[in-house]
């Protein structure tokens, strides 16, 4: 950029100074969205167009599956100053198919796939292309998933766990449909701004959920795919989204461009290119979607099943589930990503019981679309529960809240902790999700009365309306109408291709060349930042309105005690199916669980006995974080290799014992001299190791200390020799 001093110009003042840069910044910003448009029409004949920034290589292509699909699976080749680590678990991050393309998980350097190749993961990714194989549906989709994911766990056998499945937004539903299929596969399932409960929220917020019901319900989403010939355009999806935020849309994103167009040219093209590249699905997959999870909320409340008869019940997934909402998502709010929780479960004892391990953090401001590409969150939230995850493997069941915080010069042990942040693990109870709030009765009866509509209205459209549709469409009128969408045309309509943009790019070279920025105290300058501001608050004011308006509809309309009874709804809760029946078989297989338990008591070995004493310890505390496992992780590298314990038999041994301190605290530690041999320096010796591990975390309670002064009197060989005596006489 040339100095603004430049001689060549004469000195116009303030008014002139302020057109002449005016004036270049247009050109420059016609220049920009030029480059855009041709980005858009170079994609368009991409066979897979992505955004990845990492250097991959194809694993599975989906459509040579047995039930083909557009999706497929690469393996991300590690940079040589990264080299991953064969002992570490997999990750597999699955991208969103909700209007884009893929790659957002892997699009910066600082990224979920960044994050997991500094940490010495072997990464995968899981894209897809544009265009759907006909007739592929979501049962499809999920099947070519559970293959990944298998394949992986093939080519990794050493690894220290199960592959850790990232699952963004739309990907984190599916994922978690797989999990529920078979939940032997995968590892920590990961799930990023991913909504699960499709009704909940709170009100004077969260508009998007109350958009099934004031369009009638999904009859809609059937004439999108009947006019696309059997196709849904990705395009309409982007453009609810896009209609969420018109401030930003219409104005905040282009006038950032504009005002910045110096330094915010890059920056934008990059996410343009991803953001502006709308992909296909089968109109069977979209409406599916909508009527079972957007409108119908059936995925939580157990009513899906498969073609073959099996109920998808979230109860059923083995791995460690870790969620990552944030307060600033109006896409997938913090209910929408932790209500689901509230429809499987009526107490945490039942979470413990059923032997699921819950972890959610909570971010107070990042956006749906920061969850994925923000560095800022890639280097904290994602640094930290990527490198935790072995950690959050071996967790105990239960629910807990993964708190983030910075470290410093007051921070204890500092050496056993990863990065810049201290990661923790707080237990929490379902009043904790409760407080963040969330639908009444009523509401969640006006939801059910939407859904009753929406079946109405799908039914009506299909038997008298979508025959007539589909005998007027066909493949070339669907192709224009794509072509046409505003999502589309708007980056088309400014490509080399449209003629009159063919002076931009050499008018744009030479405003380069004679740059001439305004400067900073120009007050035409301010004037116009001013206006920009006014501006965003009239989108803002007109957004707040609108909002207003679409709630007050959607409550009005379907709380209407009249409709409720036309749709077959009455007052009593049980018409709402808004949780999930009980389950026969899962109530035996808890109180098998009992019995087993019973046995455990008295059996084991000083490993249980070191694990059911650390437990015991802490468990009024209700917390662990990364140094006591960092330590314990040193403690079992110390240990001759033929006596570690594996990652899964450690799991195992600390899921057994948690349950059995819980169970009868009282027993578990009368019963625990049992599992302790008559060898004094083993005793010794993994008392050292408790120590350690407690020592790690900083200073210990007065009821820590007293509980751990009754392990050191279990442990004291010499003090025991009596008791077992005096019990032989």
């Not at 979230?314 to 600033?328: A, M, Q, T, Y």
């Not at 413990?352 to 819950?358: D, L, N, R, S």
């Not at 939801?447 to 929406?454: E, G, I, L, P």
């Not at 038997?463 to 708007?490: C, D, G, V, Y």
Request: include cysteine.
């Amino acid at each position: 950029m040339n100095n603004p001093s430049n001689n060549a110009w004469p000195n116009l003042g303030a008014v002139g100074e302020y057109w002449i840069d005016a004036w270049q910044r247009s050109i420059l910003f016609l220049d920009v969205l030029r480059q855009r448009g041709n980005a858009y029409e170079e994609r368009k004949e991409t066979p897979v167009p992505h955004v990845l920034h990492f250097d991959h290589e194809l694993v599975i292509d989906g459509r040579k599956l047995l039930r083909p699909v557009n999706y497929g699976l690469v393996r991300i080749i590690p940079p040589p100053e990264t080299p991953s680590d064969p002992n570490r678990h997999p990750i597999i991050v699955v991208d969103p198919r909700a209007g884009h393309g893929p790659g957002i998980g892997g699009m910066k350097h600082d990224s979920q796939i960044g994050v997991a190749l500094r940490s010495g993961h072997p990464c995968y990714f899981v894209g897809f292309s544009p265009n759907p194989v006909p007739g592929q549906s979501v049962e499809d989709v999920c099947l070519a998933e559970a293959a990944f994911i298998e394949a992986v766990a093939k080519r990794h056998p050493d690894a220290a766990g199960k592959p850790v499945v990232i699952g963004n937004c739309q990907a984190g539903w599916q994922i978690m449909m797989v999990a529920a299929m078979k939940p032997d596969l995968p590892g920590p399932i990961m799930l990023a701004g991913s909504p699960l409960s499709y009704w909940a929220g709170v009100h004077g917020k969260n508009p998007l959920r109350y958009l099934g019901g004031l369009l009638g319900g999904t009859w809609m989403t059937a004439l999108s795919g009947d006019l696309g010939s059997g196709v849904f355009d990705g395009a309409y999806l982007v453009q609810n989204f896009e209609s969420l935020n018109p401030a930003n849309t219409y104005w905040t994103k282009p006038y950032n461009v504009y005002s910045q167009v110096d330094t915010e040219a890059e920056r934008f093209l990059e996410f343009e290119t991803w953001w502006g590249s709308p992909v296909l699905m089968n109109a069977g997959e979209m409406q599916w979607i909508a009527d079972n999870l957007f409108v119908g909320n059936k995925l939580a409340t157990g009513q899906i099943r498969t073609t073959d008869g099996i109920r998808l019940d979230l109860r059923n997934i083995k791995s460690p589930i870790v969620v990552f909402c944030s307060e600033g998502d109006n896409i997938t709010p913090p209910q929408q990503a932790l209500d689901w929780i509230l429809d499987l479960y009526s107490h945490e004892r039942d979470i413990v019981v059923a032997g699921q391990t819950i972890v959610y953090t909570l971010h107070n401001s990042i956006g749906h679309l920061g969850i994925f590409v923000s560095g800022k969150v890639a280097t904290k939230e994602h640094d930290e529960l990527i490198s935790c995850m072995e950690l959050i493997d071996t967790l105990p069941p239960g629910l807990f809240e993964a708190v983030i915080t910075e470290v410093d010069e007051n921070t204890q042990r500092s050496d056993l902790i990863h990065g810049r942040y201290l990661f923790r693990l707080e237990s929490r109870t379902l009043n904790d999700i409760r407080a963040l709030g969330g639908n009444g009765e009523a509401d969640d009866l006006r939801f059910a009365t939407a859904a009753r509509v929406s079946d109405m209205n799908l039914g009506l459209y299909q038997r008298f309306i979508s025959p007539m549709i589909r005998t007027m469409t066909n493949e070339p009128l669907a192709e224009l109408i794509r072509t046409t969408h505003p999502n589309r045309l708007r980056f088309g309509m400014l490509s080399d291709r449209n003629p009159t943009m063919g002076p931009i790019e050499a008018l744009a070279e030479s405003v380069r060349e004679n740059r001439r920025p305004v400067s900073p105290d120009n007050p035409l300058l301010a004037m116009e930042t001013a206006a920009s501001s006014w501006i965003t608050m009239w989108w803002k004011a007109y957004s707040d309105v609108r909002d207003t308006m679409t709630e007050m509809v959607f409550l009005n309309t379907y709380g209407s005690p009249w409709l409720q009874a036309l749709v077959g709804l009455g007052t009593q809760q049980t018409d709402i199916p808004n949780r999930i029946e009980r389950d026969l078989r899962r109530d035996a297989a808890v109180a098998q669980l009992r019995a087993q338990l019973e046995h455990g008591f008295e059996h084991g070995k000083i490993e249980d006995a070191a694990v059911r004493a650390l437990i015991y310890v802490r468990l009024r505390e209700g917390a662990v974080d990364e140094r006591g496992f960092a330590t314990l992780k040193l403690i079992r590298e110390s240990r001759p290799e033929n006596r570690r314990l594996s990652l899964a038999e450690f799991k195992q041994i600390v899921r057994q014992q948690y349950l059995l301190v819980l169970l009868d605290e009282k027993k578990a530690l009368e019963t625990l001299p049992k599992l302790l041999p008559s060898d004094e320096a083993e005793c010794r010796s993994a008392l050292e190791a408790i120590r350690r591990v407690l020592s790690a975390v900083g200073p210990l309670s007065d009821e820590t200390k007293g509980r751990l002064t009754r392990i050191e009197e279990l442990f004291d060989v010499k003090r025991r020799k009596p008791q077992k005596e005096t019990a032989n006489a």
